[in-house]
């Protein structure tokens, strides 16, 4: 028996015409993400002359992955699998500070592979993120062993 799939879309978050891929779907109790970046937010930083570094970008990505967890039927503590991609390894701190400023309170964060690519969809995008949830589960109640 197959689990039924849902189209996850969030209202804040569009899926340009004729795209080939979902920002989101929710299988069963689990909730699959593409990854997110800040466009279009980075780009119009850029154009107003100042540009998102690593922290705000993040933080702006993180908060996409929010409000498709949450029109998936959950919340942040259902976050529990992080993929993050950035253009510069040198990044790492301050992607790493979003996170924790993200994920404060959790009981423990979610878990995590960070790599460095060579570019982005965008030049100006330093910072891409995948992301995995179950809607069954809360890791800002589970106990540290």
């Not at 569009?14 to 689990?30: F, V």
């Not at 593409?34 to 993040?58: E, I, V």
């Amino acid at each position: 028996m197959s689990a039924a799939v849902q189209r996850v879309q969030a209202g804040s978050l569009s899926e340009p015409a004729g795209s080939t891929w979902s920002n989101a779907l929710r299988i069963g109790n689990d909730v699959v993400m593409s990854g997110m970046t800040g466009h279009p937010a980075t780009r119009q930083a850029l154009k107003a002359g100042a540009p998102l570094d690593a922290y705000a970008q993040t933080l702006v990505v993180l908060n996409k992955i929010r409000a498709l967890v949450e029109a998936a039927g959950g919340h942040v503590g259902n976050l529990y699998r992080l993929t993050v991609y950035v253009t510069d390894i040198a990044d790492k701190e301050d992607v790493g500070r979003a996170r924790r400023d993200f994920f404060a309170g959790h009981a423990v964060f979610p878990t995590s592979t960070l790599v460095e690519v060579s570019a982005l969809v965008f030049p100006e995008l330093r910072v891409e993120i995948e992301a995995g949830a179950r809607l069954d589960l809360d890791l800002r109640t589970v106990e540290k062993r």
